[in-house]
T-cell receptor, first 113, second 112 residues
Framework: GDSVTQMEGPVTLSEEAFLTINCTYT??????LFWYVQYPGEGLQLLLK?????DKGSNKGFEATYRKETTSFHLEKGSVQVSDSAVYFC????????????FGQGTRLTINP | SAVISQKPSRDICQRGTSLTIQCQVD?????MFWYRQQPGQSLTLIAT?????????ESGFVIDKFPISRPNLTFSTLTVSNMSPEDSSIYLC?????????FGEGSRLTVL
């Protein structure tokens, strides 16, 4: 079945460091790919998405490129801030009309000043 | 965008009891979803709830354990029945709007 595998956490970085959180997926067809973020005490929020191969999603300085050849959707940010501390979830949707998301296990990110 | 709220935000429950979680959206939505996030694990879809019909449950989840109501287009409830410590999780409701899923803050249940 469909699955999403994320980089193991927790991840701790210093402010202004470069961030990569790896995400790979297994799915039939051509899924849409998402990154969700959960800030402390808040619900999940959509961070960015890509709906077809080679698309790049971007938001708040974060980027991720849909790579079908490597079945990956790695999240990157060039210079992280303390306010980026959160749990990040990679997810896919098989686009079969049911809008059911399959999530990765989440990666907790802590940014130290 | 619509606002979604859940309650309770957290609760501590005794084994064998049941708890109902409420989810309220401030606009009418067709599809609502209930997810579970067990400690240290990813989110798993429990069921899809459409107004006016029975909820559709995912593999591994049954109506007797997780009865769901969807009385109108802005409200849904999820009951966790006959709880055991294995039910300790965060339960999240979500809804679909303009192709995007929006989530509530979640209800953190601890079963003793």
């Amino acid at each position: 079945g469909d699955s999403v595998t994320q980089m193991e956490g927790p991840v701790t970085l210093s402010e202004e460091a470069f961030l990569t959180i790896n995400c790979t997926y297994t799915a039939t067809g051509y899924p849409s790919l998402f990154w969700y973020v959960q800030y402390p005490g808040e619900g999940l929020q959509l961070l960015l998405k890509a709906t077809k191969a080679d698309d790049k999603g971007s938001n708040k300085g974060f980027e991720a490129t849909y790579r079908k050849e490597t079945t990956s959707f790695h999240l990157e940010k060039g210079s992280v801030q303390v306010s980026d501390s959160a749990v990040y979830f990679c997810a896919l949707n098989r686009n079969q009309g049911a809008q059911k998301l399959v999530f990765g296990q989440g990666t907790r990110l802590t940014i130290n000043p | 965008s619509a606002v979604i709220s859940q309650k309770p935000s957290r609760d501590i429950c005794q084994r064998g009891t049941s708890l109902t979680i409420q989810c309220q959206v401030d606009s009418q939505v067709t599809m609502m979803f209930w997810y579970r996030q067990q400690p240290g694990q990813s989110l798993t879809l429990i069921a899809t709830a459409n107004q006016g019909s029975e909820a559709t449950y995912e593999s591994g989840f049954v109506i007797d354990k997780f009865p769901i109501s969807r009385p109108n287009l802005t409200f849904s409830t999820l009951t966790v029945s006959n709880m055991s410590p294995e039910d300790s999780s965060i339960y999240l409701c979500s809804f679909l709007s303009t192709g995007e899923l929006f989530f509530g803050e979640g209800s953190r249940l601890t079963v003793l």
